[in-house]
């Protein structure tokens, strides 16, 4: 069993930075793929990017978000990072993470087991 906390929502303004964080309970954090995804109002839930297991070697990104945004993992401290940069207001939504083990298409919900609660992000114009 895994627990996801997510913290660093905030309000900022467009062209300002966020970082989330997303730790995680247990001491096999390392085994699992990590991936972060948001949900604006009246939308569905959407991936946004994913790293893998270990050394979290490979990553993948929504188009929307590349170049912009950038996952990382620090295994040691059982925690998943988001650092959002250049926000703009179309990136307002709830953030969750998710990890997951059992393997699958990294960007569908559906491959990941455990999630977090989310952490709302709202950029102003």
């Known amino acids: 069993q895994v627990q996801l906390v997510e913290s660093g929502g905030g309000l900022v303004q467009a062209g300002g930075s966020l970082r989330l964080s997303c730790a995680a309970s247990g001491r096999t954090f390392s085994r699992y793929y990590m991936g972060w995804f948001r949900q604006a109002p009246g939308k569905e839930r959407e991936f946004v990017a994913y790293?893998?297991?270990?050394?979290?070697?490979?990553?993948d990104y929504t188009d929307s978000v590349k170049g912009r945004f950038t996952i990382s993992r620090d295994n040691a401290k059982n925690t998943v990072y988001l650092q959002m940069n250049r926000l703009k207001p179309e990136d307002t939504a709830v953030y969750y993470c998710?990890?997951?083990?059992?393997?699958?298409?990294?960007?569908?919900?559906?491959?990941?087991?455990?999630w977090g609660q989310g952490t709302q992000v709202t950029v102003s114009s």
């Open positions: 790293i893998s297991s270990f050394s979290g070697g490979n990553t």
């Open positions: 998710a990890a997951g083990i059992s393997g699958g298409y990294r960007r569908s919900e559906r491959t990941y087991d455990y």
